[in-house]
Each structure stands twice: as structure tokens, then as C-alpha cells.
């Protein structure tokens, strides 16, 4: 019956059309043009219509039959997507919200894992979360994205919660557990899941996984794949709704030195295209590279809050590497002179309060031989184990951390 609703119109206008063409009046000719032209535009756009709720409401489920080869999950690649939000936004400016959190507090039983946590990530900038084992990264990290509630306290993305979020992956993208894949499902099918799921075109699929490098792997199962394979799909999952607020949790796990260098390229580029950067890592040597600004906590709670800059000078000292066969001579001379002396392995001291020139024209003026003297500047890794010193949950002998530049201090 539907199919002939649109005779109706068309029959008055021919009618019309008939009774007009009888008065042989140019104007009343050109007037019936007009009408069978509005009223096949009418049939047109009406058919169209139609087309478009039937795709958008095709299940694309295979019933029955195997599965495609390339869709381990039943899911048909092949069909056509939903709704089209139209061209994807500019890569180059995309300007994510402040996350804020306001005395954040989370127990597990008798575990407090967040304690009074208050702390703002800020656009435009990559902010590294730094803490020990069992600090609370990843559970804050969960109370962020809504997979956790908080006891106390609040935090937002942008002045919302994430369960206000209408399409929350073109808000916030988030690699938290890279493992929480379905082994059986193929990349591909993964992350066509969560696009329709979130109104996000097919063609973002294959995006992201060309930007993550994963494209000729695309149809394998996931179960399959290596850890860094693995960071890499959860990275492309976060990447999908192309949000202005990422939240990365240890991204770099299993990645190798190319997907290390690749991630940090990928995070500074976020940032500088205006988004909001938000990462865990234990590697300080990297965060150094990487962040902008850190937010330290230890056992729960808020330990700092600074520039990547101000942190380690507020935390660390820089100190002068001397090595010397002469040892005992010079150790005497610089306490002399008022340094802080520390041995710094078996043949070196590491000297405080001095500069590296004063140092020398001690031990010229003691006649000690000099095999080495350089300045070394704090790095985040010592601010970080200066400030996380008292907040260790699990603890092994630092003593036996030594780092590149002697021991740990
Ligand atoms: N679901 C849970 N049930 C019980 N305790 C939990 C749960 N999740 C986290 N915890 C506890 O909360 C504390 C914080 O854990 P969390 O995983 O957030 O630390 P983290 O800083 O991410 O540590 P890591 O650096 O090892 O990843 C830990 O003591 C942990 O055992
Ligand atoms: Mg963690």
C-alpha cells in the first residue's frame, strides 16, 4: 500500500496539469512544470529515505553458515555501516577537556587505593602519572573512565562524568588493560565492535589501524597476538572516536624500542594537536622524554603535582662524578672544603656543593690525579625515587638499583 501512497499527488497534479494546458495560457504551463517537478522531487526523496532506514536497520550478523574467514566473531566486515556522522574532524586541532579530580577516594576492603586524590590534567600537554607498585595509577585510572564508582570524592572529563558522556569514544579514548581483549575476535572485528557501538564510521577502523601498524594483521584473532600487538589494538581502540582525552596506562609494556619511539612520537603529537594526555608509565627515563607535567602519588595519595622541570629540581640534586686512584686524599680534602661526599662505586665519589671547578683546583692544590670529573644533572628518575621514598608498597633493596649514572641515591 505504501508504494502507491505517492500516485496520489502525482494524479492531482497531471489533473491539474490537463485542466490548465485547456487554456492554452503560456504561464499556466510553465506552472505546471513547476508542479511535476516539486512533486517528483518529492518521490525521490521519499524513496531514498526508505533505503536508509532498511541499511541502517540490517543486522550485520551472518545467520547461519560459517562465519566469514576474516571475522573471527561472526561479524561481517563487508556490510554496510550505520549512520555516517559525516567527515571525520581535523586531526590537527582537537581540543579535549581538563580532567579534575576532587578528593578521590577509593577502598577495596580494607585496601585503601586512593586516598583524597584531587589533581587536574590540562589540554594541550602530556601529563605523566607516576607512582610505585600498587600506588593507585590504574585504579584512578578506572575511577576516570567510570569502571570503578568512587567512595568520596568526584572526577570529571571536560566538567562531566563519563557515564554523562553521550558517545563517550569521541570524548575519551583509554588504553587501560591491553589483555581485556576476546582472544577469539579478529582486530578488525574488535574495533568495528566498539565504532558501531559509538556511531563511528567504518573507514576510521582501517585509520586507526594504519596508524597503530597493525593493518596486516587486521583479520588474525586477537588471542594470537604478542603483548606489544596487543598495546597496539588497545591503542587503536583508544584512538577510535578520534577523542580529545586520552588516558593511556602503561602504553609502552611489550612494546620494542621502534614501538617505544613510535608511542612517544604519537603521545607528543596528541598533545600538540590540543588534546588531553593522560599516561602511566614506570619507565622515568621515558616519561622524561615524553611528559610535559607528572602527577606523583604513592600509596594513594597526591606526593606532587608539577612541570616534568620542577619536579626534579625541587626532588633531586644534581651532583659532580670524581675518579680518582687517590680516593681517600680527596674525599678528605672536598669535606674540608664543605661538599657532601658519597661513594659512587668502587672508584668514584660523588661530590654535592661543590661545582665540578672547585673540585678541580682542590685536588690540583692536594696533587691528586683526576681520571674523571662530570657534572651530572638530576633526573626524574632520582626526583622520583627521592619523593616516593617513604610511599614504597613493595619494596626491594635500592641499594642494588643502580642506575647509568652510579647508585641509586
Ligand atoms: N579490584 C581490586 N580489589 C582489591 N584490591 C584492589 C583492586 N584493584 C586494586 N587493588 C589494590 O589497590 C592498590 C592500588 O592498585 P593499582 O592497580 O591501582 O596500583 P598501580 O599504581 O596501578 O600499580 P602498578 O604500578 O603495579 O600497576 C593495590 O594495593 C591493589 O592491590
Ligand atoms: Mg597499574
Do not use: C
Amino acid at each position: 500500500m505504501r508504494a502507491l501512497e505517492p500516485r496520489g499527488p502525482l494524479v492531482l497534479a497531471l489533473g491539474h496539469g490537463a485542466h490548465l494546458l485547456r487554456g492554452h495560457h503560456a504561464a499556466r504551463i510553465i506552472l505546471l512544470v513547476l508542479v511535476v517537478v516539486v512533486v517528483a522531487t518529492l518521490l525521490v526523496r521519499r524513496a531514498r529515505h526508505r533505503s536508509h532506514v532498511e541499511v541502517s536497520t540490517t543486522p550485520p550478523i551472518v545467520a547461519g553458515g560459517a562465519p566469514p574467514p576474516v571475522a573471527a566473531d561472526g561479524l561481517d566486515p563487508a556490510s554496510p555501516t550505520s549512520i555516517d556522522p559525516g567527515p571525520p574532524r581535523s586531526r590537527s586541532s582537537r581540543h579535549g577537556g581538563a580532567i579534575v579530580a576532587r578528593g578521590l577516594t577509593k577502598r577495596y576492603g580494607e585496601k585503601l587505593a586512593v586516598d583524597d586524590l584531587s589533581f587536574e590534567v590540562q589540554p594541550g600537554l602530556v601529563t605523566g602519572f607516576l607512582g610505585p607498585n600498587g600506588a593507585g595509577k590504574s585504579t584512578t585510572m578506572r575511577l576516570i573512565m567510570g569502571l570503578d564508582a568512587p567512595d568520596q570524592g568526584s572526577v570529571t572529563i571536560g566538567g562531566r562524568r563519563y557515564h554523562d558522556l553521550g558517545l563517550p569514544l569521541r570524548e575519551v579514548g583509554a588504553l587501560l588493560e591491553a589483555r581485556s581483549i576476546h582472544p577469539g575476535r579478529s582486530a578488525y572485528a574488535h574495533l568495528w565492535m566498539l565504532a558501531r557501538s559509538n556511531d563511528i564510521p567504518r573507514r576510521r577502523v582501517d585509520e586507526v589501524l594504519e596508524i597503530v601498524g597493525l593493518s596486516a594483521v587486521a583479520r588474525q584473532r586477537a588471542g594470537g597476538f604478542s603483548l606489544g600487538m596487543n598495546q597496539r589494538l588497545g591503542i587503536a581502540g583508544a584512538l577510535l572516536g578520534d577523542p580529545g582525552v586520552l588516558l593511556f596506562d602503561e602504553p609502552v609494556n611489550g612494546l620494542d624500542t621502534d614501538g617505544i619511539r613510535w608511542i612517544r612520537s604519537l603521545l607528543r603529537q596528541l598533545a600538540a594537536e590540543g588534546r588531553t594526555v593522560f599516561v602511566s608509565s614506570h619507565l622515568m627515563s621515558e616519561m622524561a622524554m615524553t611528559a610535559d607535567r607528572v602527577v606523583v602519588i604513592g600509596k594513594g595519595r597526591l606526593i606532587a603535582e608539577a612541570s616534568v622541570a620542577e619536579f626534579t629540581a625541587r626532588n633531586a640534586r644534581s651532583f659532580v662524578r670524581v675518579r680518582s686512584p687517590q680516593l681517600d686524599v680527596l674525599r678528605a680534602a672536598l669535606e674540608a672544603a664543605g661538599a657532601s661526599v658519597a661513594s659512587d662505586g668502587d672508584d668514584a665519589l660523588a661530590v654535592r656543593e661543590l661545582r665540578a671547578e672547585q673540585i678541580g683546583e682542590i685536588a690540583w692544590r692536594h696533587s691528586v690525579l683526576l681520571h674523571e670529573l662530570a657534572p651530572r644533572s638530576a633526573s626524574l628518575e632520582d626526583a622520583f625515587v627521592e619523593s616516593t621514598e617513604g610511599d614504597l608498597e613493595y619494596r626491594g633493596d635500592r641499594a642494588l638499583a643502580t642506575t647509568e649514572e652510579g647508585p641509586a641515591r
